[in-house]
T-cell receptor, first 111, second 114 residues
Framework: GQSLEQPSEVTAVEGAIVQINCTYQ??????LSWYQQHDGGAPTFLSY????GLEETGRFSSFLSRSDSYGYLLLQELQMKDSASYFC????????????FGTGTLLAVQP | DTGVSQDPRHKITKRGQNVTFRCDPI?????LYWYRQTLGQGPEFLTY????????KSRLLSDRFSAERPKGSFSTLEIQRTEQGDSAMYLC????????????FGSGTRLTVV
């Protein structure tokens, strides 16, 4: 089976840096993705790591260590609009390419 | 292209009734997924289509659930004899075959069974 663990909540202040961790257990591994979801909104794709290392996209970076079954999402220069839920997801492999999502981390950015 | 569209946005139904949701994916995306999300949880995979073929169904998808994607374009998800436990947000997503591109999700249909 597959399971992903994330902290349930994180609080940070505007302008700060926050790291959201994700550990996973999968029967096969084909990459780690991150999605953002605002309350009542659709999940939106943020980042993907297929190989070990850091991927940077603007204020967001994502890191993967396959040997540790671990990844994180790093958000820099936090803004109020970053308050949302963040989900890590693993690709299950095979023909379907389906994503298995974690339970999510609710980020609250305070002024 | 305006992204993935889902209809309706909200649906309130009485227990035992049948409901049908529609998803219009991004036109060039050949892969379409249905997920279910309850409060405080991540999306749970329900089923997957590649073009018009339904290639995978989750064990979460009981016999009361059926999905179709005729002609490989829009998709419908039907729930028969709804139960209160079916209350959730039903999300549709589409993607290209390429790895790492990510899914594009629709805004979902929120189902409330009373």
């Amino acid at each position: 089976g597959q399971s992903l663990e994330q902290p349930s909540e994180v609080t940070a202040v505007e302008g700060a840096i926050v790291q959201i961790n994700c550990t996973y257990q999968t029967s096969g591994f084909y990459g780690l993705s991150w999605y953002q979801q605002h309350d009542g909104g659709a999940p939106t794709f943020l980042s993907y790591n297929g190989l070990d290392g850091l991927e940077e996209t603007g204020r967001f970076s994502s890191f993967l260590s396959r040997s540790d079954s671990y990844g994180y999402l790093l958000l820099q220069e936090l803004q109020m609009k970053d308050s949302a839920s963040y989900f890590c997801a693993v690709r299950g492999g095979g023909a379907t390419n389906k994503l298995i999502f974690g339970t999510g981390t609710l980020l609250a950015v305070q002024p | 292209d305006t992204g993935v569209s889902q209809d309706p946005r909200h649906k309130i139904t009485k227990r035992g009734q049948n409901v049908t949701f529609r998803c219009d994916p991004i036109s060039e995306h050949n892969r379409l997924y249905w997920y279910r999300q309850t409060l405080g949880q991540g999306p749970e995979f329900l089923t997957y289509f590649q073009n018009e073929a339904q290639l995978e169904k989750s064990r979460l998808l009981s016999d009361r659930f059926s999905a179709e994607r005729p002609k490989g374009s829009f998709s419908t998800l039907e729930i028969q004899r709804t139960e209160q436990g079916d209350s959730a947000m039903y999300l549709c997503a589409s993607s290209l075959s390429a790895v790492g591109r990510g899914y594009t999700f629709g805004s979902g249909t929120r189902l409330t069974v009373v």
